[in-house]
């Protein structure tokens, strides 16, 4: 689609008078989420405000490191591991807006729609504890305000962040299998397929060729306001 019609696409999907939008960036591990949000940051700081990346909090629970745990063992730590991050996308949702656009490394939707989904379907949590948490999850979507305006769906092919991955060299995550970000990879495929506020960009090219996909898109991704 050209620029044009997704900003009426947009126009029509957000309120006439609304003046504060949340845009959540998604896609696999290793898809650039982070780099995404620096760049935005250092260069429309006037009218966006990015909340803090959660990862650092969740290998810092009160000294715990929750990630480092739910890798080693999954099948003993994945709820409590994403109990916790379901907590820090609540948090950051909620979090008071001072900015026109809030931007979101992630949200409480691709943690529940890909990442315990996933955790459910190949067999690592049981059936109980995936209900408690979908009670949880639904439970919050239908009282809280944590609906997104925009995704920026930032897609790539699993083979390529599997490279990433092994070259930022994230302690964690250096057993994740290709398996492990194939099945991911297709999550976040049938989530984000179907959705009509979603922006699709190829990241599976370097940085430089990243952030002109980023400039050329920009009016889109700010939802106008530029
Ligand atoms: P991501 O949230 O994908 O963040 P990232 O920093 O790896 O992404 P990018 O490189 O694009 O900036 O994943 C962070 C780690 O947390 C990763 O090891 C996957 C894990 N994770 C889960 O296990 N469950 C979850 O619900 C989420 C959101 C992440
Ligand atoms: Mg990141």
Redesign the pocket.
């Known amino acids: 689609t050209t620029c044009s019609s997704w900003i009426e696409r947009i126009s029509s999907l957000v309120q006439p008078k609304q003046k504060t939008f949340t845009v959540s ?1 998604e ?10 949000l620096r760049y935005i940051q250092a260069n429309h700081d006037n009218i966006t405000e990015v909340t803090e ?3 650092d909090r ?1 290998r810092n629970i009160q000294g715990h490191n929750a ?1 480092a745990l ?2 080693e063992d999954p099948a003993r730590w994945s709820l409590t ?2 109990t916790y ?1 379901q907590l820090t ?1 609540l948090q950051s949702h909620m979090a008071p807006q001072k900015k026109p656009i809030k931007m979101m ?2 949200s409480i939707h ?3 729609q ?3 989904e996933n955790l459910h379907n190949n067999g690592t949590m049981p059936d109980i504890e995936y209900i408690v948490l979908s009670e949880w999850y639904d439970y919050i979507c239908a009282h809280d305000k944590v609906d997104v305006d925009i995704i920026v769906y ?1 897609k790539t092919r699993p083979e390529v ?1 599997l490279e ?2 092994k070259k ?1 060299h ?1 302690n ?2 250096q057993t ?1 299998p290709l398996e492990y970000l194939e099945q991911l990879h297709k999550l976040h495929e049938d989530w984000l397929g179907h959705q009509p506020n979603v922006l699709t960009l190829d990241a599976n090219c370097d940085l430089i060729e990243m952030k002109t996909e980023i400039d050329k898109h920009i009016k889109t991704i700010l939802c106008g306001l530029v």
Do not use: D, H
């Not at 896609?27 to 995404?36: D, L, R, V």
């Open positions: 960036v896609g696999n591990i290793g898809s650039g989420k982070t780099s995404f990346e959660p990862t969740w990630l739910m890798y591991f994403q991050v996308m490394e992630r691709s943690a529940k890909c990442f315990v930032l962040v990433r991955i930022r994230r964690e995550e994740i």
